[in-house]
């Protein structure tokens, strides 16, 4: 639930493995549900060899939503840490497109086999 008394509209699983952290999001990423996100995926550590986020589920992504995958990146980033997003739905291509994110966030059309990225 939020701070609002609502059932939150995102879905967030975090798979911890030997490859790096596996995200997997669903529903809507916006004002409301990004610190969900980056608080789920924590602060990536350099024993962490890449970061993930399967956006396959997600619905709907605000300029706060962008704001968190930037932010996750740039965590990543200074870390030496991979970050990337798989499965990205049209919709949501298509707004990291208008704000010229598809390269720097790496998005991929699919996910890469492991040991691969």
Same mark, same amino acid.
């Given at each position: 639930?939020?701070?609002?008394?609502?059932?939150?509209?995102?879905?967030?699983?975090?798979?911890?493995?030997?490859?790096g952290v596996h995200v997997t999001v669903g529903g809507e990423?916006?004002?409301?549900?990004?610190?969900?996100? /980056? #608080?789920? !995926?924590?602060?990536?550590?350099?024993?962490?060899?890449?970061?993930?986020?399967?956006?396959?589920?997600? +619905?709907? %992504?605000?300029?706060?939503?962008?704001?968190?995958?930037?932010?996750?990146?740039?965590?990543?980033? /200074? #870390?030496? !840490?991979?970050?990337r997003l798989v499965r990205v739905p049209p919709m949501v291509r298509r707004v990291l497109e208008i +704000?010229? %994110?598809?390269?720097?966030?790496?998005?991929?059309?699919?996910?890469?086999?492991?040991?691969?990225?």
């Amino acid at each position: 639930m939020t701070a609002e008394g609502r059932r939150s509209a995102l879905t967030i699983e975090v798979q911890r493995t030997d490859e790096g952290v596996h995200v997997t999001v669903g529903g809507e990423l916006d004002l409301a549900t990004a610190d969900e996100l /980056t #608080a789920a !995926v924590g602060s990536p550590v350099a024993s962490d060899r890449s970061i993930t986020i399967d956006c396959g589920g997600l +619905t709907f %992504l605000d300029s706060v939503g962008i704001r968190a995958f930037v932010e996750l990146h740039n965590e990543a980033a /200074t #870390a030496g !840490v991979d970050f990337r997003l798989v499965r990205v739905p049209p919709m949501v291509r298509r707004v990291l497109e208008i +704000t010229q %994110l598809l390269d720097v966030l790496h998005v991929l059309d699919a996910e890469p086999p492991p040991g691969e990225g």
